[in-house]
């Protein structure tokens, strides 16, 4: 017990908070939580081999995806709100973290570290990894964020991002705001995807095809917004490049509070769909993947409200069929 709080409550490893764009400067350590609510102690609800993600993301085995409890955002149409609204979960001590992740690599033998929503408590994932990096136990770790992110932070803990998954979700802070609670998520998302982006580059793979570095930027269509979807495509194709892996969703449905508040209310339309995927041909988009729109019913299993807490598989092995590679109209 007493190594357990050393392990936590240690001010060096956990300062005040400024680990996203909020800087709320919450003492976590002494038990004063900020707008996320996470706490002094790394909280986890689910972990496991995931099937769900891109191709190149789960490989043949699996993505070792970590699903940590508590978000930085508060999106009301979130599938995810008991853990991230709600904060259920465990938490653990940086030893049971450190097992989770020996187990990903050792007994699954994943592809990846995958580290969901990590952002409250990188200080924790770096001191549970750092024996296994020491003992030559080492996977690809994949950066699995919102896009609301600082560029300080990612400098800061850059070891823990080998592989960046991202979203890049609005291009209007009033709709952020609306949707998310996310003050100035439109230049806080592309300073990330740009930090990302001239930091690791273009997605390289092995020779199984599991990825080992590099960007993709997910473009999640929201009912009513296919128009900031288009935009944040014009602007990854200047700012960035046409080059970077994409992958467009059309998996959004009605969840949490979003079931009463329009557009939210409702599913993405074939028509609002066709005119982001055109929209990525049009600006050039070559790498990635064009998610089937019919997939957004199929899609609803893999994570989400009704995912149980704990150890376990996430999808099946198959689940990440659903994700068509990019391809320009002839």
Known sequence: AAQRRLNHLNPMILPPCE????????????GSLGFCRAGAEPRVFRWGPHFGEEPPICGETGSGAVFFSRCTMKCLYCQNAPWSWQGEGRDLSICELTDIFRTLAVKHRCSNWNLVSPTPYLPMVRAAVTPLLDAGIRLPFVFNSSGYERPETLVAWRDLCDIALVDLRYASDATARAASEAPGYVAAARATVKHLWETLGPLDSDAPGAATRGVIVRILVLPGHADEAVENLAWLATACSPRVHVSVM???????????????????????????????????????????????????DLVGENMSSGEGSVGLPNGNGAHSPVCRPS
């Open 19 to 30: 680990l996203c764009p909020r800087r709320c400067r919450a003492d976590r350590a002494r």
């Open 250 to 300: 059309s998996q959004y449905a009605p969840a949490f509070k979003a079931c009463e508040t329009p557009p939210f209310d409702r599913v993405v339309t074939k028509d609002e769909y066709e005119t982001v995927s055109e929209a990525a041909a049009d600006f050039g988009f070559e790498n990635g993947w064009i998610q089937g729109f019919a997939s957004r019913d199929a899609s609803s």
